[in-house]
Nanobody, 124 residues
Framework: QVRLLESGGGSVQPGGSLRLSCVAS????????MGWFRQAPGKERVTVAT????????FVQYALGDRFSISRANSENTVYLQMNKLKPEDTATYYC?????????????????WGQGTQVTVSS
């Protein structure tokens, strides 16, 4: 059974940082494209960042600039999302998802398995 378990969410003040983790079990993270996505209340889910199977190729939503970065540790079946200089508009539920393959995707509709999400709230 494939499971993706996110952690690291919480409440933070504007300008703060959080690092989200997603541990993949069942089929692990190797040979998987992994991604982070977010959905704010009343808004559509959007892609935050994706990473290919070996970490050589990454995508981060352009609007996020260099505040966010994605990385992975295949030995630990884990993908990370480092979020710096957080803003109130970053408040959302953040989801981890994966897609089998050694290619690269950024479209959330292409991803197969999804975690339950972790809430990030940025507020003063």
């Amino acid at each position: 059974q494939v499971r993706l378990l996110e952690s690291g969410g919480g409440s933070v003040q504007p300008g703060g940082s959080l690092r989200l983790s997603c541990v993949a079990s069942g089929r692990g993270a190797r040979n998987m494209i992994m991604g982070w996505f977010r959905q704010a209340p009343g808004k559509e889910r959007v892609t935050v960042a994706t990473i290919n199977w070996n970490g050589a190729t990454t995508f981060v939503q352009y609007a996020l600039g260099d505040r966010f970065s994605i990385s992975r540790a295949n030995s630990e079946n884990t993908v990370y999302l480092q979020m710096n200089k957080l803003k109130p508009e970053d408040t959302a539920t953040y989801y981890c998802a994966d897609l089998e393959g050694t290619g690269f995707k950024t479209d959330s509709t292409r991803f197969d398995y999804w975690g339950q999400g972790t809430q990030v709230t940025v507020s003063s």
